[in-house]
């Protein structure tokens, strides 16, 4: 796949995982031993820390309505609006019981799940903000770990 290099000329070089190492450093313009101090902090002004965007969270009313759109549950109410037309009324309960529980399970066990996903994301996330010299460049943004 064609690549600019650092003079602006297209070049056919390889993807990043296709190339060893020290093809990728000098396509980079870095060594093994990394960035110092100095080139750290000015990439970190520069891009800001290395870290990843929330984005905007579900309320528990919207992860609720959110259950009620998987092609199995809507199979379902289907299945009970057919049956309370016909006169069922126990099958149409049953049925309406069964998606209400179904909800209320995946709203419960998804919310927590969702709110400590990013958590579990930042553990150790502490180590990843060094540079070359072992002294801490930067961080994630975080306030809490």
């Known amino acids: 796949m064609p690549h600019d290099d650092k003079a602006g000329k297209e070049t056919n070089m390889k993807e ?3 190339q060893t190492v020290s093809e990728v450093l000098e396509r980079v313009g870095q060594t093994q031993a990394g960035w110092n101090s100095a080139q750290a902090s000015e990439l970190l002004e520069k891009h ?5 965007r929330e984005g905007k969270r579900k309320n528990v009313l919207q992860m609720f309505a959110e259950q009620f759109r998987d092609l199995m549950v809507i199979i379902l109410i289907i299945a009970a609006v057919i ?10 309960l049953v049925i309406f019981a069964v998606l209400i529980i179904n909800a209320v399970l ?3 066990q998804g ?3 969702r709110r400590d996903a990013g958590n579990r994301f930042h553990t150790g996330c502490a180590g990843r903000h060094r540079c070359s010299g072992g002294r801490r460049y930067g961080g994630c943004g ?4």
């Open 16 to 18: 990043y995982y296709q």
């Open 48 to 52: 800001g820390p290395n870290a990843l």
């Open 83 to 92: 049956s309370m037309i016909s006169g069922n009324a126990e099958s149409t």
């Open 106 to 108: 995946g709203t419960v």
């Open 111 to 113: 919310h927590p799940r």
């Open 142 to 145: 975080r306030t809490r770990h």
